[in-house]
DNA sequence: TTGAAAGCGCTAACAC
DNA sequence: GTGTTAGCGCTTTCAA
């Protein structure tokens, strides 16, 4: 592989000389750049990003920290849309994505920061990690540009994105009151999870803006898994008949919760409506399609990248982006009409 | 950030010292191991693997090159699996994934190939990209290490994997026969895929090993589509309403001809029996659940990455590698008992 | 407009 | 066992 030392060769010039004439300095006379130039094509030269990155301290890469990239394969593509998101971005402003493996298995395992360290990626975007997550706070605390996805935090080089998730649940709740629902219960994620309190308190909130009870009794936590909400909402509708209608903290665990509310033969939505979280591909498809809170995951991932990069080229001054979100109203919600009991 | 000259100097040794300490060499006193390490610690050392792989001219990094990553957001998770099988086995051979943002639309784009020797990668995996991709073709011709994801290509150091389609597809053909259909038509991607080819093939086979008569007429190109295999099953069920079972090639496919014989006013699978592949997440949410072949795509994106690295470090000898598929027997086929027309 | 030289952080002969 | 030295391929003062 040639490199510019070769090029300097053939052209008869210094590498020097080479050099600015590659990266575009003015102080190169017009014909010998011109030269330099069909010689480094003629030589199928690339230029080395490393070495270059070695001697300019930024490689123009970003890292990558992903939890939930195992076998199990989410049924939900959230994950994927952000990741999609941000490669959107970065392919327009040329920056590299480096998907770290942090084997859990291996032994000797680095930390994130470790691995950032070692690659020296200009900064990092960080998705479904925990916010205890003693790696995260070590990163946190570390001095490396970073931008969290759904979890808070702020710093000089910290931003993240988010969406409204207090905004989000208080638009399911209206919707369900707006059709005559009161007795409303919810099945949250697990109380770990930063969007989870958030839309925990949206759910509070919505109901008192609109003088209902909140009843601590009717939210219990599905843990984000389809069967564990199964379970638990089917103990909740047994334990409490007069509920009309259920919110989830996310789309997966409102099927959990359909198939709950079949096990007690209930109909979907006639006997109990239900709101989702996410709007993931699935939502639509089921039957009946699910009514739920939309999520633009990709623009959430987009959003990042921009943050991440304003916060490493000084120009982004904000440090929170909010990202929108919208009620999806499908079949699993309808007026409330009978009084049960 | 300290580095190796730093610890050199607060051990009062050579770098040439350090750097064997460092790296586990046998030929430094314990002792010296010992403080080195220490002071590594103390001053929160890390190895730049920039410089590292600027002299050993390989970085333990493996480029990732994928189409079809954009905001339209695959339904299916394919992609996604795929890099999570990557992503399992880079975590074991500590590799890491660089995924390279190939923007369409910025100027003076880089192809493949300049933007794998610029990062210097050590390997390549392809997936998504067509055949007939010049940037591909360029890539192949280069020396740089490669593997494809359902391309086939052989050389010293190109390989790819896949699953079986010619076999899969016959997998089908056998149950939908076993089933006494007999007018079986086939919804088919495109003719520029291996895959589409290979299903068509095993479409073909599966009929003549069965001593059923092929068709031409019964099919049709999809174009991986939902909406346009909706459009063209439509007009191939108006045709040939003696058709009984249908093939696709895709599992979004099949939920756009079951669309469309709904459009018809066929029960699916009372009259009209449907087989996808794939096995998306969705495939078993739909109602009714779709038959299908499934195709472990978390393994192929394993298997392409250990591919990979046994071409890289020169272990593994076999090019092709084969993943299996497995008839996913749902609810979209039935046994065919009436006679049409 | 060009070049010489230093250095980014690291490894690897080759001495001692 | 340990140090000296020479690079890897590049950018960037500083001089000419």
Redesign the interface.
């Known amino acids: 592989?040639s490199t510019i030392k070769d090029i300097a060769k053939a052209a008869g010039v210094s590498i020097t000389t080479v050099s600015r004439a590659l990266n575009g300095y003015s102080d190169v006379s017009i014909k010998t750049k011109q030269r330099i130039h069909d010689i480094a094509k003629e030589l199928e030269y690339?230029?080395?990003?490393?070495?270059r990155?070695?001697v300019m301290k930024k490689?123009k890469?970003i890292g990558?920290l992903v939890s939930g990239?195992?076998?199990s394969?989410?049924?939900d593509?959230i994950?994927?849309?952000v990741?999609?998101?941000i490669?959107?971005y970065?392919?327009?402003y040329?920056?590299?994505?480096?998907?770290?493996?942090?084997?859990?298995?291996?032994q000797g395992e680095k930390t994130y920061t470790?691995?950032c360290?070692?690659?020296?990626v200009d900064g990092v975007i960080v998705q479904g990690i925990k916010k205890d997550d003693p790696y995260l706070i070590e990163i946190l605390n570390s001095d490396i540009p970073c931008v969290l996805v759904d979890v808070p935090a702020e710093g000089e080089k910290v931003g993240f994105v988010t969406t409204d998730n207090v905004e989000g649940a208080m638009k399911a709740i209206d919707h369900l009151v707006s059709l005559g629902h009161d007795k409303i219960a919810m099945v949250n994620g697990h109380d770990q999870a930063f969007v989870s309190q958030e839309r925990l308190k949206g759910f509070k909130l919505g109901l008192e803006n609109l003088e209902k009870t909140f009843h601590p009794r009717l939210v219990v936590n599905g843990d984000y898994d389809e069967a564990i909400s199964e379970e638990k909402a089917f103990q909740l509708l047994q334990h409490h008949p007069e509920i009309t209608a259920v919110f989830c903290a996310s789309d997966l665990m409102a099927?959990g919760v359909m198939r709950a509310a079949r096990r007690h033969g209930l109909r979907v939505p006639e006997d109990l409506s239900i709101v989702g979280y996410d709007d993931i591909?699935?939502a639509s498809?089921?039957?009946p399609p699910l009514t739920t809170i939309a999520q633009d995951t990709?623009e959430m991932g987009y959003a990042a990248a921009r943050l991440l990069v304003g916060i490493l080229e000084e120009t982004e001054v904000e440090r929170i982006c909010m990202v929108d979100n919208e009620l999806k109203i499908r079949e699993t919600t309808i007026k409330q009409a009978k009084i049960k009991k």
């Open positions: 592989m690339s230029p080395n990003a490393l070495a990155s070695l490689t890469t990558l990239l195992n076998r394969g989410s049924k593509h994950v994927m849309d990741l999609t998101g490669h959107e970065c392919g327009e040329e920056y590299d994505i480096v998907l770290f493996s942090t084997s859990t298995s291996r470790q691995l360290r070692e690659r020296r099927f591909a699935l498809y089921v039957s990709f």
